[in-house]
């Protein structure tokens, strides 16, 4: 089956991914649980990996990275780690529901009170404008949450714009689900106070890798209570990082994992932007040549195109690709609501494909001749 579904997970890990994860599954400790020197060695891996995500994305250093199952879990401790009663929030209607859920419970608990930034303009042309932000901001605004990258059609929001009109005190949260690995993101030069990753996806790790990396200004509260390794004689938790917010045992594979993905990354960054710019730059063209598909994306380096067929709803298309054409993409919703309200597409969702440095162009033009093929078919 061709594989166009990297935006839900990387769909094929480079070799040095697989080989230090088979490694890790054969021989492994427990990370912070002994004094033995295999426990020793594996601790020192976990602590490389810290190293290494913080340099990777210009962090505040090894002890402000912790792990996390997935970006879903990063979210969760950044904003009921953070946020208190009274609080308002700024989000971005191109937000996860990772995002949403969380405010939407923590609004309807009497916590907080969150407003969402509108998209501005139509189709692939739309984006979220610094302006619109800051004119949501009150007095008691203490996060604004906008995403690196829109996980439904590979919008940018202008990030460093949009942290240039937030008052100093004002946190910057943002979602590195889709963004992370693919785009250049510098926390200290565009001012994120929190950034989570989602491992599995443009970073090349596996499944159950991810991370919160966060600044000095935050101080997030534990959400998971439990054996961190050290200060075993308290019954309360560690009062530092990363033991106040890791409880329980590490997943060192997957650990192990997005370090070998980050490495992958170091030696081949640009290579990789520029084949997923190209790829999303070759479905696009060719889509402007089928008049039954309307395209909602412009080229990206997150490899990530949507469409909609003008009369057959998203999974319908995106089924028949399967069945038929042996091709995976996506169709739906892609858990994020507001950006299909924004982009008017909630009746029948959009078809997104989403692209992999391992894919080829052949793929592409065979997806395009499916694509036609399915304009006319009932």
Known sequence: MIYFDNAATGGRKPDAVLSAVQSAIKV?????????????????TVEDCRNELSAFFDGYGFDRVIFTKNCTEGLNIALFGVLQRGDHVVVGCSEHNSVLR??????????????????????????????????????????????????VNGMLPPLSRIKKVLP????FLCDGAQGGGHLPISMRKIGID???????KGLYGIQGSGALLFSERVQPRPILYGGTGSMSISLDMPDFY????????????SIV????????????????AYTLTDFSRKLIDGLRNLSEYKIYSKPNPCGIVAFAHKRKQSEYI??????????????????APLMHEGL???????????????????????????????????
């Open 257 to 272: 994992s997005l370090l070998e993905g980050v490495r992958f990354l170091q030696l081949h960054r640009t290579e990789i």
């Open 194 to 200: 929190m950034l989570t990753l989602a491992g599995h």
């Open 318 to 335: 995106a089924e028949r690709l399967s069945s038929t054409y042996a091709v995976a993409v996506r169709g739906g919703l892609h858990c």
């Open 28 to 44: 492994c400790a427990n990370p912070g649980r002994g004094g033995h020197k295999l426990a020793l060695a594996c601790a020192k």
């Open 168 to 171: 100093p005190d004002v946190l």
């Open 102 to 151: 969380p405010l939407e419970y923590l609004k309807k608990t009497g916590v907080i009170t969150y407003d969402v930034c509108p998209l501005h303009g139509e189709g692939a042309n739309a984006n979220i404008r610094p302006e619109d932000v800051r004119a949501l901001l009150k007095p008691n605004t203490r996060l604004v949450a906008i995403t690196t990258a829109s996980n």
């Open 242 to 253: 990363p033991d106040a917010l890791e409880a329980g045992t590490a997943a060192f594979p």
């Open 344 to 378: 008017q597409t909630l009746d029948d969702g959009l078809v997104r494909v989403s692209f992999s440095h391992f894919n080829n162009a052949w793929e592409i033009d065979k997806l395009l001749l499916a694509l036609n093929e399915l304009s006319y078919t009932d």
